[in-house]
């Protein structure tokens, strides 16, 4: 169907009049009390936490359908439980994070009664586009965030999971007031839209590309972002690392939503003498976590034809270039879009599946000669959002912790530094900017504002004209060697 131009520009003022109509009454919600107190942040913190307990089933339901298929039990758990643990321990903390953290003084101020504080202040409407992968913790959690900041927020979900936004948009209307947090939906248009709102902070998560439309749409109002992107998080497997577990633990990154997480494993380096072993390892653990294939009941569909397409295009290219590639048969795979994890052995560097995120159900096993070599092949690539070891060697723990960059790092695991509140999550430039969850949640939604109490004694005096022999001495003693 055509769209008719004048068609167009009249939903698009539409549009734009119903976010500024929104935005605005959230800023004057937000004039009308400024610093909200621990007790209202609190019971802002419950309704949020209330409203998903008694959705839950709901946003489980939809985001089966929208996928196609999705384990339910991994919905409640990826979306519902370790939000509703983000949100608790944003509650639990509050009445400390609000507090005004002490500074030093300089000498000779402090001896003399000056004081230096940091307090942390809201800063007032935030806005949260949020993905399709992990649609509801990516929503919710850094709106937990905003809101134990004491911010205001927008909201707009993924139009690429229809059902679970339709819920989430219930959720959110039942639990405040429309000055406190309310919703659009729309499609990349209206995120175009939303994206150049003046409003206080932005949080994105989702692609590189689209993050740099983001980027140039905020810089008009000079909003500030928080960007979670991805790329191809590393795993970089230890001459010791023991392999079993090695296998058992890579593999739960790939089962877990079928790949399709930020955090996922993209690629496995290993030491090329132990690389058949470590492919056997991982097809037998592929097979004790999922007895079913790719038709498990735990197990997750690929999100739209779109992106089965894309992945099974990643495949078809790595057979033809004769790449190695293992997978168990799934004849319906392209009627139901459960496509099976898929293990693809030293591709040639030229293919898609080694250039770009995969973000599904493959796995790239590529070995290596020196762990100086792997360290040299991650650098050699844009930062990752995660990157994860396998071993014991304190001399290559410290090689990755300290010679390479990632938004953050896991040892002898995949995913799970994202699963503790009190770490910040967060990328590294292509992989993003700014972090969250936690007291970082906390601080990334507020404003560090620098407040100084003068002492009662005039020592300004000294730094003030006209200039004399006091005024030099202070100069000498701030250029004192420490």
Avoid at 253 to 266: E, I, S
Avoid at 395 to 404: F, G, P
Wanted: proline share 6%; glycine share 8%; net charge negative.
């Amino acid at each position: 169907m055509t769209v008719e131009p004048q068609t167009q520009i009249n939903d698009e003022l539409t549009d734009a009049r119903e976010l500024q109509r929104k935005l605005q009454i959230l800023r004057s919600g937000f004039e009308a009390q400024r610093y909200p107190d621990a007790a209202t942040r609190i019971d802002r913190l419950d309704r949020l936490w209330s409203a998903l307990d008694r959705f839950s089933d709901r946003l489980c339901e939809a985001l089966s359908d929208d996928f196609g298929y999705r384990s339910p039990r991994q919905s409640y758990f990826a979306d519902v439980a370790t939000t509703g643990k983000a949100i608790r321990l944003t509650k639990k903390g509050v009445r400390k994070w609000m507090k005004a953290e002490r500074r030093k003084a300089d000498f000779p101020f402090g001896a003399l009664g000056a004081k230096a504080r940091v307090h942390y202040q809201p800063l007032g409407v935030v806005g949260v586009i949020s993905p399709w992968n992990i649609p509801v913790n990516l929503t919710l959690t850094p709106l937990a965030g905003a809101l134990g900041a004491g911010n205001r927020a927008l909201i707009k979900p993924s139009e690429h999971t229809p059902s679970t936004s339709e819920v989430m948009v219930e959720l959110i209307a039942s639990a405040f007031a429309e000055d406190e947090v309310t919703t659009v939906t729309g499609d990349a248009r209206l995120g175009q839209m939303f994206s150049e709102l003046p409003l206080d902070h932005l949080v994105f998560t989702g692609g590189t590309s689209i993050a740099r439309h983001i980027m140039r749409a905020a810089a008009e109002n000079l909003t500030p972002l928080t960007l979670e992107l991805g790329g191809k998080s590393p795993v970089m497997v230890g001459a010791n690392a023991d392999l079993e577990a090695a296998a058992k633990r890579i593999v739960f990154g790939k089962v877990f939503n079928a790949g399709q997480v930020c955090l996922a494993p993209d690629y496995v380096l290993v030491p090329a003498a132990k690389r058949d072993e470590l492919v056997h390892l991982i097809q037998e653990e592929i097979k004790r976590s999922l007895p079913g294939g790719a038709q498990s009941p735990d197990y997750v569909a690929v999100i739209n034809p779109r992106q089965s397409q894309r992945i099974q295009g990643y495949i078809d290219e790595a057979r033809e270039a004769g790449a190695p590639v293992f997978a168990e048969a799934a004849d319906n795979a392209a009627v139901d879009r459960r496509i099976p994890i898929t293990l693809i052995v030293d591709p040639d560097e030229s293919l898609r599946v080694s250039q770009e995120e995969i973000f599904g159900p493959i796995l790239v096993i590529r070995s290596y000669e020196t762990f100086d070599e792997a360290v040299n092949y991650v650098n050699a690539r844009p930062r990752p959002l995660a990157l994860y070891y396998f071993g014991d060697s304190a001399d290559e723990q410290r090689q990755v912790i300290e010679n390479t960059t990632s938004g953050g790092v896991t040892i002898n695991d995949v995913i799970m530094h994202y699963t503790f509140d009190d770490l910040p999550f967060g990328g590294v430039g292509p992989s993003g900017m700014g972090v969250y969850h936690g007291f970082d949640g906390f601080r990334q939604f507020s404003n560090a504002r620098a407040v100084y109490h003068q002492t009662r004694v005039d020592l300004g005096r000294i730094i003030r004209p006209p200039y004399g022999r006091l005024f030099d001495r202070f100069s000498a003693h701030l250029m004192t060697r420490g």
